[in-house]
T-cell receptor
Framework: EAQVTQNPRYLITVTGKKLTVTCSQNMNHEYMSWYRQDPGLGLRQIYYSMNVEVTDKGDVPEGYKVSRKEKRNFPLILESPSPNQTSLYFC???????????FGNGTRLTVT | EDQVTQSPEALRLQEGESSSLNCSYTVSGLRGLFWYRQDPGKGPEFLFTLYSAGEEKEKERLKATLTKKESFLHITAPKPEDSATYLCAVSSGAGSYQLTFGKGTKLSVIP
């Protein structure tokens, strides 16, 4: 089954404790992206990757890091999480820029 | 900068009461306009892609249309299971891989 898998689904952590949210896709997609979704603000892009070792900033990259060492994986790293990063995070992938995105089921992060 | 505005923010319909959702956009060279459906606590699910003005796509009770400035998602005789948030997104040219989403329309269909 074609899918984008994110882990964990729920995460509660404290300010400053480094964390990684994993994302994996099994569709051999070149393009992957991370979004955060907040009430009243909608989906906002954090980082995206056009292929292995090629990443670029989205609209809200501050406080986040990503890496793309393998085509299927695109982890999101929060080196020093802060409460304003409490949000619902989605990873997504697509074949290319004009193809539709396939989304994971989300990671709900709470930073206290 | 690409902009996407969806209206209304929320819409309540009686079962069987047809209506339309609007997505207005401003982009520098439209590559594609996408409609997604999102259920609470889940990731958005792809519905349609439209590439050029005049294009229409249909799926069950949903029909998406596109002009040079906006797209409509028409819902005919909706059922309660159509209740969800509907998101519109645009992909523009200029060499960018960014996708810009609207804030969505939350649709509630009352039995």
């Amino acid at each position: 089954e074609a899918q984008v898998t994110q882990n964990p689904r729920y995460l509660i952590t404290v300010t400053g404790k480094k964390l990684t949210v994993t994302c994996s896709q099994n569709m051999n997609h070149e393009y992957m992206s991370w979004y955060r979704q907040d009430p009243g603000l909608g989906l906002r892009q954090i980082y995206y990757s056009m292929n292995v070792e090629v990443t670029d900033k989205g609209d809200v990259p501050e406080g986040y890091k990503v890496s793309r060492k393998e085509k299927r994986n695109f982890p999101l790293i929060l080196e020093s999480p802060s409460p304003n990063q409490t949000s619902l995070y989605f990873c997504a992938s697509s074949r290319d820029r004009v193809s539709p995105l396939h989304f994971g089921n989300g990671t709900r992060l709470t930073v206290t | 900068e690409d902009q996407v505005t969806q209206s209304p923010e929320a819409l309540r319909l009686q079962e069987g009461e047809s209506s339309s959702l609007n997505c207005s956009y401003t982009v520098s060279g439209l590559r594609g306009l996408f409609w997604y459906r999102q259920d609470p606590g889940k990731g958005p699910e792809f519905l349609f892609t439209l590439y050029s003005a005049g294009e229409e796509k249909e799926k069950e009770r949903l029909k998406a249309t596109l002009t040079k400035k906006e797209s409509f998602l028409h819902i005919t005789a909706p059922k309660p299971e159509d209740s969800a948030t509907y998101l519109c997104a645009v992909s523009s040219g200029a060499g960018s891989y960014q996708l810009t989403f609207g804030k969505g329309t939350k649709l509630s269909v009352i039995p």
